[in-house]
């Protein structure tokens, strides 16, 4: 079975080169400001991929289908009179809000009606921390209502972040490079 694992080779000169190759690796691995910028930048992309594929990227799956009223709200907004009166008959048939969308040519995304609550997203780091997160709107954080869905149950939880093992694997990845390259750089 194959296994993930670092190992380098160090040529010993003598003791001083490898204590000096040591000193340049420790002072390359001391500044965490550049690791952290990078693990920030990925978990935004893993935010900004998993609301193109609509929850895709998360450990629980695709996100639960818009409400057939959510729908129908949206078309009102949008659609002209014959294709609301569409929606209407297949709310009255009882239709999921993918088929209502099928049939009258429109598909609205999930979370995506204005793309406000996508753009909210930041990423942000320094010295001791990396991550991503939503910026309040108009006072309202109303990323945390759908990452963790209402107590009310009307509106259904729908995962935007990565869970932690999944940072905790970006955070991995991104440390080993900089480890990698700190130790190569060292001994060059």
Partial sequence: MATDAW???STVV?????????????AALKDRRTPN?????????????NFETEGGMTEGGRWKELAPSTVLARYRKSAGAKRRATVKAGLRL??????IGGL????FRILQDTGHLRQSFEPFSDEDEAGVGARASFGVNYATV?????EDGRIPQRKMLPSEAQALEIGVRVYGFYVERAILGASA
């Fill in 146 to 150: 759908h990452e963790e869905g209402s």
């Fill in 37 to 49: 910028r990078a693990a920030a930048a990925q978990l935004y992309q893993f935010v900004i991929k």
């Fill in 94 to 99: 009882g239709l999921s809000g993918s088929d």
């Fill in 104 to 107: 009258s040519g429109l598909v």
């Fill in 7 to 9: 190992s380098f080779t």
């Fill in 14 to 26: 003598g003791l001083d080169g490898v204590l000096a190759n040591l000193q340049r690796t420790g």
